[in-house]
């Protein structure tokens, strides 16, 4: 089954600093691949999500990349602020239309403090 | 956006007694949810995914007589924790898939006392 890496599994950086989280994946056919912001005792929401048609995705200071060939996608917060402050998960879903093929398989989580 | 509501947010029960979190999509039909367990600090695990008007799929280790998963209707899904112990403790949170997506609930705590 499909595997996800996360790294790094905690990022300090001082407010206003860009943030960098990896992910690499192990199934060729996934296909999509969504981001999740968790605050302490709250579900996981999305912030944004790539699709294997595209490279490259950004929402304001929100971005996502995509290397299929690598096997690797990344996200990219520029201007952090302290309300950026969370554990952020990566995901990633094969594709397919089967019910197995419509999970997502998680990320181990980047725990993210920013000092203002 | 799509809404997803989760209930509770947070139950304690005694040792031995069932507890019902529902899930529900306020705005849309959803076939499909599924539900997860974290525990602190650590990554969303998959139990089970739950299929409008049949049986849910559980992952392997998942006890599918202890936590019984039920999807009546295309906007409300429950899980049942039966019989629970202190070691089914833990955060439990349901997603639906939406158009777009997949929108989670809000979470509930569960403590075994």
């Known amino acids: 089954g499909e595997n996800v890496e996360q790294h790094p599994s905690t990022l300090s950086v001082q407010e206003g600093d860009s943030a960098v989280i990896k992910c690499t994946y192990s199934?060729?056919?996934?296909?999509?691949f969504p981001w999740y912001k968790q605050e302490l005792g709250k579900g996981p929401q999305l912030i944004i999500d790539?699709?294997?048609?595209?490279g490259e995705k950004k929402d304001q200071r929100i971005a996502v990349t995509l290397n299929k060939t690598a096997k690797h996608f990344s996200l990219h917060i520029t201007e952090t602020q302290p309300e950026d402050s969370a554990v952020y998960f990566c995901?990633?879903?094969?594709?397919?239309?089967?019910?197995?093929?419509?999970?997502?398989?998680f990320g181990g989580g980047t725990r993210v403090l920013v000092k203002p | 956006g799509a809404v997803v509501s989760q209930h509770p947010s947070w139950v304690i029960c005694k040792s031995g007694t069932s507890v019902k979190i529902e899930c529900r999509s306020l705005d849309f039909q959803a076939t499909t949810m599924f539900w997860y367990r974290q525990f602190p600090k650590q990554s969303l695990m998959l139990m089970a995914t739950s299929n409008e008007g049949s049986k849910a799929t559980y992952e392997q280790g998942v006890e599918k007589d202890k936590f019984l998963i039920n999807h009546a209707s295309l906007t409300l899904s429950t899980l049942t924790v039966t019989s629970a112990h202190p070691e089914d403790s833990s955060f439990y949170i349901c997603?639906?898939?939406?158009?777009?997506?997949?929108?989670f609930g809000s979470g509930t705590r569960l403590t075994v006392v």
């Open positions: 995901a990633a879903r094969r594709g397919g239309i089967k019910a197995a093929g419509n999970k997502l398989t």
């Open positions: 199934d060729s056919a996934s296909n999509y």
């Open positions: 997603s639906a898939r939406d158009q777009d997506g997949y929108t």
């Open positions: 790539i699709r294997s048609n595209v």
